[in-house]
């Protein structure tokens, strides 16, 4: 029977690299927190309309466009710290938690609980080359690193994962 367990500490940095890859499983969100060209392309466009209409003596336009650039850089700023902020309040930083994967399903076990999910209950896995991000809902996914494996291999991991989400919902279309 195959069986892994990882257990890791929930610390900023694990918080910070579970956030970041889950940003990239969300293509919303991926434009607006990944994509570098969303922020930095805008911006010289609108420095060169605000000159263009400086130039033309348009400067109430050029004050408004001038505000929508400030905006837009501090949009940038508010985004990454409102990120920071949603690190700091979860409740589980600084506890160890405990993720055992069988053929019966995810067992997870925490400072605030533990659970058991069967297999049917799961979406598709993101599979990385250091990792796994496992995904109960489109919101609520758990990043589970291979360093942080205490029984099994990642190739173990990788397996189950492929035999009881992957596979079956191949099957099920």
Do not use: C
């Amino acid at each position: 029977m195959l069986k892994t367990k990882h257990r890791f500490v929930i610390t900023d940095a694990y918080i910070a690299e579970a956030q970041r890859l889950s940003i990239a499983q969300n293509k919303t969100l991926k434009l607006l927190y990944q994509t570098w060209w969303v922020w930095w392309l805008p911006r010289p466009v609108i420095l060169g309309f605000v000159l263009y209409l400086l130039l033309n003596h348009a400067e109430s336009s050029a004050a408004l466009f001038g505000f929508l650039l400030i905006f837009h850089v501090a949009a940038e700023w508010l985004g990454r710290r409102n990120l920071a902020k949603a690190r700091n309040r979860v409740r589980t930083k600084n506890t160890t938690s405990t993720v055992t994967m069988s053929e019966q399903g995810v067992e997870l076990d925490g400072a605030n609980g533990s659970s058991q999910i069967k297999w049917s209950a799961m979406l598709s896995p993101a599979i990385y080359p250091n990792g796994v991000l496992i995904k109960f809902s489109r919101l609520v996914m758990v990043w589970l690193p291979d360093k942080a494996l205490i029984e099994g291999s990642a190739a173990d991991v990788r397996q189950l994962l492929a035999d009881k989400v992957i596979d079956a919902q191949l099957a099920q279309r």
